[in-house]
Nanobody, 117 residues
Framework: QVQLVESGGGLVQPGGSLRLSCAVS????????MAWYRQAPGKQRDLVAS???????HYDDSVKGRFTISRDNAKNTVYLQMNTLNPEDTAVYYC???????????WGQGTLVTVSS
């Protein structure tokens, strides 16, 4: 069973930055389609950013120019660098992986990001 473990969440002031990490178990990380989602209280889970091995990254309009998704295949880890955070970014952030060969997907447990003064 593939496991995803997020880290890096916490409390940050408006205008601040955080970097989320998602460590993925197994040996197939390099082919996975990776993404970050977020879910604010009382709202649905929405796609924030995605990355595949063969195409450029995709971002939701609300985070374009502020967030950057990246991956380190040697460490089986995907990152989400979040800059210029605002209170509307407050949410639980989830890491998501899709194995395109097996047609299976996996979720992390989530990490809470709170943007508040």
């Amino acid at each position: 069973q593939v496991q995803l473990v997020e880290s890096g969440g916490g409390l940050v002031q408006p205008g601040g930055s955080l970097r989320l990490s998602c460590a993925v178990s197994g040996t197939s990380f390099s082919i996975y389609h990776m993404a970050w989602y977020r879910q604010a209280p009382g709202k649905q889970r929405d796609l924030v950013a995605s990355d595949t091995p063969s195409s450029s990254a995709h971002y939701d309009d609300s985070v374009k120019g502020r967030f950057t998704i990246s991956r380190d295949n040697a460490k089986n880890t995907v990152y989400l660098q979040m800059n210029t955070l605002n209170p509307e970014d407050t949410a639980v952030y989830y890491c998501h992986a899709v194995d395109p060969l097996l047609g299976m997907d996996y979720w992390g447990q989530g990490t809470l990001v709170t943007v508040s003064s």
